[in-house]
């Protein structure tokens, strides 16, 4: 994944769940997220602008650990 403060992204299309590590190295759980909402995400050309426009505020989430 090319993004300056996206590192990786992860989905479980039967949990609904996304996960998503920072460049900083922290990983937040995403949930009840729509498949819809992960693929155009893949696709975004910002991931950060994506993100923030998209998941950030519109899903509860969690911290999950650093990977």
Do not use: C, H, W
């Not at 039967?14 to 819809?36: Q, W």
């Amino acid at each position: 994944m090319v993004s300056s403060t996206i590192k990786s992204v992860e989905y479980d299309d039967d949990a609904r769940e996304l996960d998503i590590t920072f460049t900083s190295g922290k990983t937040y759980r995403y949930f009840n997220v729509p498949l819809e909402i992960y693929a155009e995400f893949l696709d975004a050309g910002s991931k950060g602008k994506f993100f923030n426009d998209n998941i950030k505020g519109a899903f509860a989430f969690a911290e999950v650990g650093q990977r």
